[in-house]
């Protein structure tokens, strides 16, 4: 009897489970995104799959639409459709609900953008944009939001009421681009520039005796706990986070002669101990004989850092260096290059390699025309990976792997305080009222990451705020500055983040347990901004955001702004 009670209520909640699973099938339609064809030149021919990717992702509605696979969608569909009547024939094909296709006519710096979504009862919507390059990402993101409002009729999910689950985004003093719909984060983007010093997630040091050309934060000693390791002009200074302050641990100047410009760490004989990288140049006046018609000199060193102390392993190194981590593996990589002949850059890239007990320039790295060793970097991709390239301008260039350029950001990142002048002569004539002035700022570090560990990684990288620099090109001390992570969405570089404004002019960045608490901080390097007329009173400090990477606990109380 009891068999039968049991088997009875098994029938009984089979029953009951049907309805509601045919229901969900029912409501779950599913669509299909074709690469979209471009009619331009073959360097813009990656926007195919770009923007197909892009719009997978804008148009995904978890348990209301799903989308094809695009190896499915390849194998069943060789061109894109001619007419509407082809075009339910293609989804009849692909036993689809939607299709979504169009094309993008690129002619000179403006393009045209045409969107369709069919139905397979035969309905059809179009759309059309008129656009710069610059502009394309923004337009198609607008396209996809009005294909997911007018047609989908999916509701705006950034508009739920405020008492909708909220998701841990790191630190509230990072403002998120709200690109899925349904993430509800602590922090309003309204509250863009709000914020005192004393917010939550946020600590700032006291002001250095020094003003910062760099700073890099790692474990050079291997004793378990990192360090600090600034430079200024001519002196590499050492501290240590300790009970809320920084202690200074040593200092070396290897020489008032030579500048100093960026600071890297890298274990280079893979023995567990990190080296410090420090590339510097011999500082030379405009006026004298030898920068007339000479680039200046490169003069490099690499320490260690051993029992409290900084020690030399290598002076007088004719290169510049940059770490960099280098596909396909992504390892760091200590790169070197000399100065050009005629032009600072000229020369090419190599990785540095240590023979003999001296380190010397090895392989050379295949590289841009434009690239030097401080202004590129590698971002992994779900397909491979991007080279990015700072510019003159500090426009970030997207390449691929062959050093195509694809993409150029709008916006300004990256720049910097610290550059040449670099002297030149007009071409047949060689005195001194011939010369003039070029002027290479080095750009700040790009840190590749992978905060939130989904397939697509980030760049970590500044923006000044400052509306002279956008007049004077002479004029490089930011009085504030934002950190932003970049992603690569398919056709060119989103925003995922960025901080709250910070006040000061930004010197370098990266991420690292700084205060060796067992949690992964953000860390700003910057100088203050005491105004125009105090550039001797420029002082290092650094700002640093506790990175909480762990997942919301839905039964822990959650602090929201309002």
């Avoid at 939607?98 to 919507?125: F, H, P």
């Avoid at 560990?453 to 090109?473: D, H, M, P, Y």
Wanted: with cysteine; charged share 25%.
């Amino acid at each position: 009897m009891g068999c039968v009670r049991i088997l009875a209520a098994l029938l009984m909640a089979i029953t009951l489970m049907l309805p509601g699973q045919a229901m969900a099938q029912e409501l779950a339609k599913s669509f299909a995104v074709l690469p979209f064809t471009i009619n331009g030149p073959d360097k813009y021919q990656y926007l195919s799959r770009g923007i197909q990717d892009m719009m997978i992702s804008r148009l995904n509605w978890d348990k209301h639409l799903e989308p094809v696979g695009k190896d499915r969608i390849a194998a069943s569909v060789s061109n894109a459709p001619e007419s509407d009547a082809a075009a339910v024939r293609t989804l009849e094909g692909l036993d689809a609900d939607y299709l979504v296709w169009g094309s993008v006519t690129i002619l000179g710096e403006q393009c045209s953008v045409d969107l369709r979504v069919n139905g397979k009862d035969g309905s059809a919507w179009p759309q059309d944009m008129q656009t710069d390059i610059g502009g394309l990402i923004p337009a198609l993101e607008g396209m996809a939001r009005q294909v997911n409002d007018r047609i989908f009729k999916r509701p705006d999910e950034r508009k739920v009421a405020a008492e909708d689950k909220p998701v841990n985004r790191m630190n509230p003093e990072l403002i998120f681009n709200e690109r899925k719909d349904g993430q509800q984060f602590y922090l309003n983007p309204q509250f863009r520039y709000s914020g005192g010093s004393d917010t939550p997630g946020r600590w700032k040091s006291p002001r250095l005796p020094f003003t910062a050309q760099g700073m890099i934060a790692g474990d050079p000693d291997g004793d378990g706990l990192n360090e600090l390791i600034f430079i200024s002009k001519h002196s590499v200074h050492v501290y240590r986070w300790q009970e809320g302050r920084l202690l200074l641990l040593d200092e070396i100047t290897p020489s008032q002669r030579i500048e100093l410009l960026n600071v890297d760490l890298i274990d280079l004989d893979r023995d567990g101990h990190m080296e410090i990288a420090v590339s510097g140049v011999f500082e030379q006046k405009l006026d004298s004989a030898l920068s007339r018609n000479a680039p200046h000199t490169p003069n490099s060193y690499i320490f260690a850092f051993e029992d409290g102390h900084l020690k030399p392993l290598a002076e007088d190194l004719n290169f510049f260096m940059r770490v960099v981590r280098m596909p396909p593996n992504f390892s760091p990589v200590l790169l070197g290059q000399k100065a050009g002949r005629l032009r600072i850059f000229d020369s090419p890239v190599h990785e540095v390699v240590r023979m003999g007990g001296e380190y010397q320039l090895g392989k050379r790295v295949a590289l841009p025309e434009k690239a030097n060793v401080f202004n590129v970097t590698y971002l992994p991709t779900n397909d491979g990976y991007k080279l990015l390239l700072v510019s003159k301008d500090d426009h970030i260039e997207v390449y691929t792997p062959g050093n195509e350029l694809q993409s150029t950001t709008l916006d300004q990142f990256a720049g910097s305080q610290l550059g040449f002048e670099i002297p030149d002569t007009l071409t047949g004539l060689g005195t001194a009222k011939d010369q003039y002035t070029n002027l290479y700022y080095i750009p700040l570090r790009l840190v590749p990451t992978n905060l939130d560990g989904n397939e697509n990684w980030e760049v970590l990288v500044n923006k000044n705020i400052s509306v002279a620099a956008q007049f004077f090109e002479r004029y490089r001390f930011f009085p504030n500055g934002e950190i932003h992570s970049l992603f690569w969405d398919g056709v060119g570089m989103s925003l995922a983040w960025k901080t709250r404004r910070i006040k000061g002019t930004v010197c370098d960045y990266g991420l690292a347990d700084i205060d060796n608490d067992g949690v992964e901080d953000l860390y700003v390097a910057l100088n203050t901004y005491p105004g125009n007329a105090g550039l001797g009173e420029r002082k290092a400090m650094v700002v640093s955001y506790s990175l909480d990477r762990t997942k919301t606990d839905e039964n822990s109380p959650v602090e929201r702004e309002q």
